[in-house]
């Protein structure tokens, strides 16, 4: 039950709120639903909505109109490639293409391991670094835009990293993002 | 920037400018002090007024007339810092709250009380959760500093500021959306008026203002309203941030007084553009723009809010992206429609629909499969969307569909020749 497990951050939570407008706390709910698993479960939908007075199908709405939330498990990290305008001009679809193709997946789909689903974005406000992408995972997210080097060069990097998230997945699978290969983003 | 040093961007001249002590040693919430002390709060907006600040999302609203239209019978007031920086081609607020956030959130305190609100929120899009979870800390360390909570500066104020984190939608980035999602709803616009100076958050006035235009405050307090207004033109005074990405050599944020030319913005700072090639056009507002003609005239104008529409554009929040001439305008388009179908919220037929097919008939346009009657469907479609929608979404996605059409239509006869040429060539076969 998320009401024991996070005690304390629910109720920091709700204290940010008016109490009248409890609701207002469903997105930083849903968040701390989703922490572990990477994906909001039916049970855990009801049990935000009883806490907040709404009704279970009223929080999946919530879930399915945001797109950081999911219904149902995918990848344990998510590589979430911008493919717009700016980072398009700067060769993101032939970052994608190869990436995924080096995985051995389509855009969208998840490795045999269900560890990496990489998937193409919306703009992620990092157009200056293009290509750029971002990771997903019960950590929280994690800009990756301080890669260098040609497509080919990144999508090297890329992988490694890949491969770093999935030594740090088997030493401990709680542990955030592999915080030690380069190009992340370093402002701890 | 200014012969004195950054407006804006001043992390890039002072170290560890996201540090309290260091922000304090430089002046840091001197201004906000001296508005609580020596200002009443009707005081503040009219230096605010007479600054000539205009909103740095995009609409380009004049900041201080904003806040004099907040509804002083009913309470109580809000503020939402609108930090959901979500358009193509944007990137200045996430510079600002990551190297100086303190100049952001001090600009929060100084809008709050001057609109005499005790609870301010920073709505941030949900992919800045490590950027959230720094300022969570900074906005812990100025409660510790007594910048923050109750009877601040030995008066009766009191203010609490609030992050909240969205989830994906751009959408969110539109006021009245923002505010449905800050109630905890599905982020779709409200009909307006009422405008959210009178029925904003949970009903309440509200002022909704962007991280860029809240962090020019605490300089417009410390410095005065007329050393803001030597920077840039009478009507656009001050300095903004310019996003410059795309085809050029040195993609990054450039703060400049408004009025600075696209040459300079784009050759000086820039760098110019990759492998000597030529600019094609200008999109002066990310996404949501109309593709500007990059001929000398243009590439002349000057940048602010009155000069940019002389050429045809708009300088919303002077996301400029440069397109070379090795891009294909079908392809370009039909990238900014991928974007908008994903991100309308449905909610107004013509918007939902609209995107959508448009996405549609572009994918085909550059893929060479289309007709010249899917290129006159297209202009179609894009002027049904026109003037129908209840917020702007709809309209920024017809915006460079049908400048593109007009400014650019060598780029559509030549997508449809291949069509052509290949509907030929398998006559020939057979």
Known sequence: MLAEKYAQEIKAILEKYPPEHRRSAVMPMLYLAQREKMFVSRADMAEVGAILGMSTTDVASIVGFYSLYYDQPKGKYHIQVCTDLSCALRGADQFLQELCSRLGIRPGETTPDGMITVEPVMCLAACDRAPMFQVQSAAGLEYVDKQSGDIHQRVENTLALIEQLRADSGASSRKPAAQTSAGRNGHD | ?430
């Open chain 2, 1 to 430: 920037m200014t012969e004195n040093g950054m407006v804006l961007l001043r992390h890039r001249e002072i170290q560890d400018l996201d540090n309290l002590d260091v922000y304090r040693a430089h002046g840091g919430f001197e201004a906000f002090q001296k508005a609580m002390t020596q200002l009443k709060p009707a005081e503040v907006t009219d230096m605010v007024k007479a600054s000539g600040l205009r909103g740095r999302g995009g609409a380009g609203f004049p900041t201080g007339m904003k806040w004099s239209f907040i509804d002083n019978k009913n309470w109580p007031h809000y503020v939402v810092a609108n930090a959901d920086e979500s358009e193509p081609g944007t990137f200045k607020d996430r510079e600002i709250m990551e190297g100086n956030p303190y100049q952001f959130l001090e600009g929060v305190a100084i809008c709050a009380y001057a609109v005499q609100a005790h609870e301010a929120y920073v709505y941030l899009r949900g992919e800045f959760w490590q950027l959230a979870g720094r300022l969570d800390q900074q906005i812990a360390a100025m409660e510790t500093a007594g910048l923050l909570g109750e009877k601040l500066f030995g008066s009766d104020y009191g203010l609490r500021i609030h992050t909240h984190l969205g989830a994906g939608a751009y959408i969110c980035g539109e006021e009245t959306a923002m505010l449905e999602s800050l109630e905890g709803k599905l982020g779709q616009p409200r009909l307006r008026p009422p405008f959210p100076p009178s029925f904003g958050l949970y009903g309440k006035p509200t002022i909704v203002n962007n991280v860029e235009t809240l962090a020019n405050l605490p300089m417009i307090l410390a410095h005065g309203a007329e050393w803001y207004r030597s920077f840039g033109t009478e009507k656009s005074p001050g300095v903004k941030v310019f996003s410059l990405s795309g085809c050029v050599n040195k993609p990054g944020n450039y703060e400049l007084p408004l009025g600075t030319p696209f040459r300079e913005l784009i050759f000086e700072h820039g760098g110019g553009v990759p492998e000597g090639r030529k600019i094609k056009a200008i999109m002066s507002a990310g996404a949501s723009s109309a593709l500007i003609v990059a001929d000398d005239r243009a590439l002349d104008t000057p940048m602010d809010y009155e000069s940019v529409p002389n050429v045809g554009g708009q300088l919303g929040s002077a996301s400029v992206i440069v397109i070379d001439d090795s891009v294909s305008i079908p392809w370009l388009i039909n990238k900014t429609m991928h974007f908008f179908r994903h991100e309308s919220c449905g909610k107004c037929t013509p918007c939902r629909e609209g995107t959508f097919w448009m996405a549609h008939l572009t994918e085909r346009i550059s893929q060479g499969k289309a007709t010249m009657e899917d290129v006159q469907l297209l202009e179609d479609v894009a002027n049904q969307v026109r003037g129908k929608c209840l917020c702007a979404l709809g309209e920024f996605s017809i915006e460079a569909v049908l400048s593109g059409l007009e400014r650019f239509s060598s780029d559509f006869d030549a997508a449809v020749n291949v069509t052509q040429a290949a509907e030929t060539s398998v006559g020939v076969a057979d």
